[in-house]
């Protein structure tokens, strides 16, 4: 059979890369039957929490189970030369090929036991040599394609588990944090608007605001005037008294050198007048 560039394929797997049995199980449905599976190949195979299985029902209690390792499958496809995006579908020899009970393909010999399970054998032990390959374009598929994944898992299913464990816990825990941080912030506004309604604040932030704003321009001011003051005193003057107009600081000062005064005052403000009365000197500065 010829196989263009850009065809699809459909893949019929050889009995080497699965391994089928036939159970008679007591549950009622596929999804049941599975969920036993891997107990019920521990027998012939070691690390079943590595396969996968799928199962066919056959009749009630009774189902045809296969094991497969995905890796190996898909290794063996991607090794074939066969592009993965061409693949169509891959179905297991055990069900396409009932139509001969015994054939060969490419010098390897298989046939149908008397249970009717597929398995490959010595090419002496076949009756008559049939060649699939002449037959393959002729084969009606089933309805039973293989569930497998075409990618290479990095991982194990054991491993994706944990992985998958340990971001549950982590969600849980951070959704705790989450309720954790909500309560907090619940808190913290209740205290607000406690705050608020016990000093008669505004319930506009923005009012709230304007008044802090307002209240920093007075403090700003009371932090000039107290600076000027600290500075104007560090030089031993004798203030007989003081007053704040706006931003204009009025200081009376007794027996002062006018020179000397205004020279220590303009190092650090701005003088706006400076005038003598009796042995007052007058001066107002710019804060």
């Given amino acids: 059979m010829k196989i263009y560039?850009?065809?699809?394929?459909?893949?019929?797997?050889?009995?080497?890369?699965?391994?089928?049995?036939?159970f008679d199980i007591p549950v009622k449905n596929i999804v049941?039957?599975?969920?036993?599976?891997?107990?019920?190949?521990e027998d012939i195979l070691l690390k079943v929490g590595e396969l996968s299985y799928q199962v066919i029902k056959l009749e009630e209690g009774k189902y045809l189970c296969f094991a497969y390792i995905n890796k190996k499958i898909f290794e063996a496809i991607k090794n074939s030369g066969i592009s993965l995006s061409l693949v169509n579908a891959v179905y297991f020899a055990q069900n396409e090929c009932k139509d001969f009970k015994q054939?060969?393909?490419?010098?390897?010999?298989?046939?149908?036991?008397?249970?009717?399970?597929?398995?490959?054998?010595?090419?002496?032990?076949?009756?008559e040599k049939v060649e699939l390959n002449n037959f393959i374009e002729n084969i009606n598929f089933s309805s039973n394609k293989i569930d497998i994944k075409l990618y290479n898992n990095l991982l194990s299913s054991k491993q994706i588990k944990t992985v998958l464990i340990i971001c549950?816990?982590?969600?849980?825990?951070?959704?705790?944090?989450?309720?954790?941080?909500?309560?907090?912030?619940?808190?913290?506004?209740?205290?607000?608007?406690?705050?608020?309604?016990?000093?008669?604040?505004?319930?506009?932030?923005?009012?709230?605001?304007?008044?802090?704003?307002?209240n920093k321009k007075i403090a700003q001011k009371e932090i000039n005037k107290r600076e000027?003051?600290?500075?104007?005193?560090?030089?031993?003057?004798?203030?007989?008294?003081?007053?704040?107009?706006?931003?204009?600081?009025?200081?009376?000062?007794?027996?002062?050198?006018?020179?000397?005064?205004?020279?220590?005052?303009s190092k650090k403000y701005k003088i706006v007048s400076s005038s003598i009365s009796g042995l007052n000197l007058n001066i107002k500065v710019q804060l």
């Avoid at 969600?171 to 506004?189: R, W």
């Fill in 32 to 41: 049941q039957a599975k969920a036993v599976l891997p107990s019920l190949f």
């Fill in 168 to 214: 549950f816990i982590i969600s849980v825990v951070n959704f705790s944090k989450y309720f954790v941080y909500e309560n907090e912030v619940s808190k913290q506004e209740k205290k607000i608007e406690d705050i608020r309604s016990s000093n008669n604040l505004p319930a506009s932030s923005i009012q709230t605001d304007s008044i802090i704003n307002s």
């Fill in 103 to 127: 054939f060969s393909v490419e010098d390897k010999s298989f046939l149908y036991t008397n249970d009717n399970i597929l398995v490959k054998v010595p090419n002496e032990m076949l009756s």
């Fill in 5 to 22: 560039e850009n065809s699809k394929v459909d893949i019929i797997l050889s009995p080497e890369f699965y391994w089928v049995r036939l």
């Fill in 228 to 265: 000027a003051l600290s500075y104007i005193l560090s030089n031993n003057i004798d203030i007989k008294t003081i007053s704040l107009d706006n931003d204009v600081l009025e200081i009376n000062v007794l027996n002062m050198d006018k020179k000397k005064i205004e020279e220590y005052i």
